[in-house]
C-alpha cells in the first residue's frame, strides 16, 4: 500500500485534491502508520499523507454543500449505552443541509448469545427512540455499500474499531469520508509504569486517522499534543458530548426552581425509574445509584472492577434499608458478558436472574433506559467503581463513593477527581454501609466544597464558551464546508 502511495504521487493523483481516487482507503494510512518507524523520514511522510486524506474530505463537504446535496453521516455504536451523540444527531436531524443515521455493528470477539443480545437490543433501542438506524446484520454481515453506500462523515463513538466486523471497518472508506471520534467517557486510566497514554496514543493508528476528536477535559486536549504524531493538531476542545445532557437537565430544573423561588437542584423525584414501596413517602426516601463498571478482570492491573466482591452485599442492603432508600442499579453494558466470562456467574441465564432480585424488590430495580442523565440528576448519590462514571457524576455535585481496589492506577486527572469523592474498599462491607448510613441518611456529607471546586476547575466546560459539546462540534464541521 505504501508503494500504491508513493507510484500514485509520481503519476499526480494528488496534485489536484478534489481528484484523488477512491481507490486511497483509510487502510493506506494504517499501512503508513504501521511501518513510518521503518521508513527514512516516516513520520513526517505520514503527517504529508494525512493533510492529503483530510484535505479530500474537506473538499468532498464543501463541494456537496456547495452543490445543495445532503451530507451524509453515519453514527457508528455497537451499543445504545455507549453512544454520546444524540444532542449532536438531532441538531443535524434538524438541518436540512445534514441526514444522519445511526449504524449498528456487531461486537464479535465474544459468545454469540451475548453478541445478538446485545445487537438486537440496541437496535431496538435506537428505533424505539425515533433514529434512523440501520443494523449491519442481516443473513450475513453488510458492508458499507450494503449501509447507505459510502458516508461523507462517520462519527465514531468507541476507538477499539478491531472488536467489529472488518466490513464495517473505517479502514475500508475512501478519503473522502471523514472520521470524527466522539468518546463516551473520560480518559483517567494509568498503568504502573505511567505510560498508558504514551502507550495508548503514540502506539492507536485510530487517533492519528481521526479528523477531529473531541476532547472532554483540557487535560485531555493536551496528552494528545503530548503523545500524539499529528502532536494535537486535529483534537477539537469541546467537552464530553455524553455530558452535554445531564448539563441540559441540571440547568432546566435549577430555571424552573429559580422561577419559583425554591434552592437549585431541589430534592423531588422524578418520573425516571425510582421504585418505591407502597408504604413509603417518595419524598422521604434517598436516591441512590449502584452503578458498577464491565471490567470484571480480577488479576488486571488495569481493572477497577470490584463487583466480584460486592455483587450481592448490594441486594442485602437494598433489603435492610428498603424504607428509606430506593436502589437504581445501572450495569455496565459488558457486566452480562463479562461476570459469566470471569465466573461470577455459571451463565447468562445466571446473571438475568441476579437482575431478576434486583426488580422483585419493592425499592430498587434495574435501569432500562441508557439514557441516564434524568437518572444522574434525580438521584442524591452514586456509588460506583467506575471512574470515568464518578467523573461524569460529579457534574451534579452530589456525593460520590468510589469503591477501590489495590491495582488501580489512575492519571493526574483521575487523581483529582477521586479527591472529590469518598473512597471505600470495594469488599469493606462496613464501610460501604457506614457512608450510606452517615452522608446518604444523615446528611453529613463533608465535601461539597471539594465537589464544587472539581466541577468548576475540570469538568465544566461550558464555562469559556457557554456552549455544549454537540454546538462546538457542529461549528467545527460547519467550518470545513465553508471552508473558513
Same mark, same amino acid.
Given at each position: 500500500?505504501?508503494?500504491e ?19 486511497y ?11 513510518k518507524? $521503518? %521508513?527514512?523520514?516516516?513520520? =513526517?511522510?505520514?503527517?504529508q499523507?494525512?493533510? #492529503? ?6 473538499? *468532498? ?43 449498528v455493528p ?13 445487537y ?5 433501542w ?29 462519527i465514531?463513538?468507541?476507538s ?11 479502514? $475500508? %472508506?475512501?478519503?473522502?469520508? =471523514? ?6 467517557? #473520560? ?5 504502573s509504569? *505511567? ?23 483540557e ?33 432546566a430544573?435549577?430555571?424552573?426552581a ?17 421504585k ?9 426516601c434517598?436516591?441512590?445509584?449502584i ?32 424504607d ?13 458478558y ?8 455459571a ?5 438475568d436472574?441476579?437482575?431478576e ?6 425499592n430498587?430495580?434495574?435501569m ?6 434524568d437518572?444522574?440528576?434525580?438521584s ?11 467523573g ?10 468510589y ?53 468548576a ?9 457557554g ?18
Amino acid at each position: 500500500m505504501i508503494k500504491e502511495i508513493v507510484a500514485g504521487s509520481d503519476r499526480g493523483d494528488f496534485q489536484k485534491i478534489s481528484d484523488i481516487p477512491d481507490s486511497y482507503t483509510y487502510e493506506h494510512l494504517a499501512a503508513l502508520f504501521a511501518l513510518k518507524g $521503518q %521508513l527514512d523520514g516516516g513520520e =513526517l511522510f505520514y503527517r504529508q499523507v494525512y493533510h #492529503l486524506a483530510m484535505a479530500r474530505g474537506e473538499a *468532498h463537504l464543501r463541494r456537496k454543500a456547495g452543490s445543495g446535496e445532503r451530507i451524509q453521516v453515519a453514527f457508528l455504536t455497537y451499543s445504545a449505552a455507549l453512544w454520546p451523540a444524540k444532542n449532536l444527531y438531532r441538531d443535524m436531524e434538524a438541518d436540512e443541509r445534514f441526514h444522519p443515521c445511526v449504524i449498528v455493528p456487531l461486537r464479535i470477539g465474544r459468545d454469540g448469545t451475548s453478541i445478538v443480545t446485545e445487537y438486537n437490543q440496541t437496535l431496538q433501542w435506537f428505533r424505539k427512540n425515533g433514529f434512523e438506524v440501520i443494523g449491519g446484520l442481516t443473513d450475513r454481515i453488510l458492508g458499507w455499500n450494503e449501509l447507505g453506500g459510502v458516508p461523507d462523515l462517520v462519527i465514531h463513538s468507541s476507538s477499539d474499531y478491531e472488536c467489529i466486523p472488518p466490513k464495517h471497518h473505517f479502514l $475500508q %472508506l475512501p478519503w473522502r469520508c =471523514l472520521n470524527l471520534y466522539a468518546p463516551v467517557g #473520560l480518559f483517567l486510566q494509568e498503568n504502573s509504569g *505511567h505510560t498508558y497514554a504514551k502507550d495508548i496514543i503514540s502506539d492507536r493508528d485510530f487517533f492519528s486517522m481521526m479528523w477531529r476528536i473531541c476532547a472532554g477535559t483540557e487535560f485531555e486536549r493536551k496528552q494528545y499534543e503530548e503523545y500524539g504524531l499529528l502532536e494535537g493538531e486535529n483534537v477539537l476542545s469541546s467537552g464530553l458530548l455524553k455530558a452535554d445532557a445531564l448539563w441540559e437537565k441540571l440547568m432546566a430544573k435549577n430555571a424552573e426552581a429559580q422561577k419559583n423561588g425554591e434552592a437549585q437542584d431541589p430534592d423531588v423525584a422524578s418520573d425516571t425509574e425510582w421504585k418505591y414501596p407502597e408504604h413509603a413517602a417518595p419524598s422521604k426516601c434517598k436516591r441512590v445509584i449502584i452503578s458498577p463498571m464491565g471490567d470484571l478482570q480480577p488479576e488486571s492491573e488495569g481493572s477497577c472492577d470490584t463487583f466480584f466482591e460486592n455483587a450481592f452485599f448490594w441486594i442485602y442492603l437494598a433489603k435492610k434499608y428498603q424504607d428509606s432508600v430506593t436502589f437504581l442499579f445501572r450495569p455496565h453494558p459488558d457486566l452480562r458478558y463479562m461476570t459469566v466470562k470471569g465466573g461470577l456467574f455459571a451463565s447468562h441465564e445466571a446473571y438475568d436472574a441476579y437482575l431478576e432480585q434486583w426488580n422483585s424488590l419493592p425499592n430498587a430495580r434495574v435501569m432500562s433506559d441508557p439514557e441516564e442523565a434524568d437518572a444522574f440528576r434525580s438521584s442524591d448519590v452514586m456509588i460506583t467503581d467506575d471512574v470515568s462514571c464518578a467523573g461524569e457524576y460529579l457534574v451534579t455535585r452530589k456525593p460520590v463513593l468510589y469503591l477501590t481496589r489495590p491495582q488501580q492506577k489512575f492519571n493526574a486527572l483521575g487523581e483529582k477527581l477521586l479527591e472529590a469523592t469518598y473512597r471505600a474498599p470495594g469488599k469493606r462491607y462496613a464501610e460501604i454501609e457506614r457512608f450510606l448510613t452517615e452522608v446518604v441518611l444523615k446528611g453529613q456529607d463533608t465535601m461539597q466544597e471539594q465537589r464544587d471546586t472539581v466541577c468548576a476547575e475540570y469538568l465544566n466546560y461550558r464555562s469559556g464558551t457557554g456552549k455544549f459539546a454537540h454546538e462546538i462540534v457542529m461549528e467545527e464541521i460547519e467550518r470545513a464546508i465553508s471552508g473558513m
